[in-house]
């Protein structure tokens, strides 16, 4: 007997926003519904989803950054069908998984300055344990963290998020996580000469709002760090396995952290893994004796499955030289939307590497312009993102969105397979959509005042 999957997708997605609203997320589809942002896709392939109408998308979202080899790739799927078709002995518990074994040794390959892998199921499992992991090694209690950081929603995790946003109404948080600044040596100097840090948690480039690091911040960070014996730990969850050009985006700038967190694409966008690579010494303090050996773990950790998909994304990422296509794709999306931002006053700055971009908008100087902009920022900041991204999702047939809460950049973090076509396909559709925007009145901005109608009315029925 065999439960017919394809067959309840066909008879039951017409009603994926209701059964969600009615058993899951409302708010979500409200979200969705009032952005148009329901399409119904049925199918992915690559770096493309399909709607029920066969209108192809590109997607710049990627999930989050978890289809950086393109969704639904044959050399994963093959891996996992041939884990499930030979019966493997997976999660034994009570002996160890040689895939494991496998994959770890893989990714110390790229990571030749760590010794130890610890695998967990997801993005903020791997910062629990680093953070676990961390105190553990230094005594210390104290942890690090920047402003506008994003390390994923577990308490561990939120107590080093740099947002309002996602802590509002969930604390009391971990105690002794403090934040400062981003891109700032002297705050980062003043808070570990307490020597009371146990690790410094940095995403090379932040993924709310892609924001760089200045280029002496992460080497310069790490210097601080071993001068005051706390840890560097840099989470790669979003920047890693190539996105943005190199393996790890800390490569850019020469920096060997003590411990680097993988997750997202390393799942091949089917089985979900988060993985620490880490320091031979650190990984000895954790489990330290026979009786400790499993002190820290989860159920799921290591299943045969997500090492199947890892070990399959690692070599897709090899075989079809996607960290290459990333830089170069990366440079040249780059190059054109620099261009852009000098014909089009609306762009304010244009940041990234390789496939991790972020066009950020800024108040524009003409006066027409200026106040639509301000009417609109004044109802709601970050709003103006939006009447970018609609058009582009309805008329150009690209799925993107905006970095974060109440923020006015716009990411691309599309899979590292796209092509010169889709390079032309982003580069006409933003143009396109850009340009409209600078029209006052014009389509876009009876958009927003659509936007903004219908904002009031919400409020007003609650
Ligand atoms: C940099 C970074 N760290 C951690 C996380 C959390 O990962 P997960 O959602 O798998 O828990 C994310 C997710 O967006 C992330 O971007």
Same mark, same amino acid.
């Given at each position: 007997m065999s439960i017919a999957i394809t067959d309840l997708f066909a008879e039951r997605e017409s009603e994926r926003y209701s059964l969600h609203a009615r058993y899951l997320n409302e708010q979500?589809?409200?979200?969705?519904?009032?952005?148009?942002? #329901?399409?119904?896709?049925? @199918?992915?392939?690559?770096?493309? %989803?399909?709607? &029920?109408?066969? *209108? &192809? /998308? $590109?997607?710049?979202?990627?999930?989050?950054?978890?289809?950086?080899?393109? &969704? +639904?790739? =044959?050399?994963? @799927? #093959? !891996?996992?069908?041939?884990?499930?078709?030979?019966?493997?002995?997976?999660?034994?518990?009570?002996?160890?998984?040689?895939?494991?074994?496998?994959?770890?040794?893989? %990714?110390?390959? /790229?990571? =030749?300055?760590?010794?130890?892998?610890?695998?967990?199921?997801?993005?903020?499992? !791997?910062?629990?344990?680093?953070?676990?992991?961390?105190r553990a090694a230094t005594g210390r209690p104290g942890i690090l963290y920047c402003s506008h950081a994003f390390h994923g929603l577990s308490y561990g995790s939120l107590s080093v998020n740099g947002d309002p946003i996602f802590r509002t109404g969930f604390g009391p948080l971990l105690p002794d996580c403090n934040e400062i600044p981003f891109n700032d040596l002297d705050a980062l100097e003043r808070a570990l000469a307490s020597r009371k840090i146990a690790a410094f948690i940095v995403e090379p480039i932040q993924g709310k709002g892609v924001v760089m690091p200045d280029d002496g911040y992460l080497a310069g960070a790490l210097e601080l760090c071993r001068k005051f014996g706390t840890l560097f730990v840099a989470d790669e969850i979003q920047t890693g396995l190539g996105r943005t050009g190199r393996f790890l985006a800390v490569e850019h700038w020469g920096v060997e952290p003590d411990m680097v967190l993988l997750a997202k694409s390393l799942s091949g966008g089917h089985v979900p893994v988060g993985a620490v690579l880490t320091r031979k010494w650190i990984f000895e303090k954790v489990f330290d004796r026979m009786d400790r050996a499993v002190v820290h773990g989860s159920t799921f950790a290591k299943n045969d499955l997500a090492m199947a998909a890892g070990l399959a994304t690692l070599d897709v990422i090899q075989s079809e030289q996607l960290m290459q296509n990333a830089e170069r794709t990366g440079a040249r999306l780059l190059g054109a939307f620099e261009r852009m931002a000098q014909r089009h006053e609306l762009i304010g700055e244009v940041r990234g590497r390789g496939l991790m971009i972020g066009l950020e908008f800024g108040a524009p100087r003409s006066l027409k312009?200026?106040?639509?902009? +301000?009417?609109? *920022?004044?109802?709601?900041?970050?709003?103006?993102?939006?009447?970018?991204?609609?058009? $582009? %999702?309805?008329?150009?047939?690209?799925?993107?969105?905006? !970095?974060?809460?109440? +923020?006015?950049?716009?990411?691309?973090?599309?899979?590292?397979?796209?092509?010169?076509?889709?390079?032309?396909?982003?580069? @006409?559709?933003?143009?396109?959509?850009?340009? #409209?925007?600078? @029209?006052?009145?014009?389509?876009v901005w009876t958009l927003g005042k659509t936007l903004l109608d219908n904002a009031v009315r919400a409020s007003a029925s609650g």
């Open positions: 979500l589809v409200r979200v969705l519904k009032t952005i148009g942002f #329901d399409k119904g896709y049925v @199918r992915g392939v690559g770096q493309y %989803l399909y709607d &029920r109408h066969g *209108e &192809r /998308y $590109l997607d710049l979202l990627s999930g989050w950054g978890v289809f950086a080899i393109g &969704r +639904n790739h =044959p050399t994963v @799927r #093959d !891996a996992l069908k041939q884990v499930l078709d030979g019966e493997f002995p997976s999660l034994v518990q009570m002996d160890v998984s040689a895939l494991a074994g496998v994959l770890a040794e893989r %990714l110390l390959r /790229y990571v =030749p300055y760590a010794d130890k892998v610890f695998f967990a199921n997801s993005g903020t499992e !791997a910062v629990e344990a680093a953070l676990k992991f961390a312009l200026k106040a639509s902009w +301000n009417l609109l *920022e004044a109802a709601s900041r970050g709003l103006f993102c939006q009447l970018i991204v609609i058009p $582009l %999702l309805h008329e150009h047939k690209i799925l993107i969105q905006v !970095a974060g809460h109440a +923020n006015r950049t716009i990411k691309l973090l599309p899979a590292l397979t796209i092509t010169d076509a889709d390079c032309d396909w982003i580069e @006409r559709s933003f143009d396109a959509v850009v340009s #409209d925007a600078h @029209r006052v009145p014009g389509a």
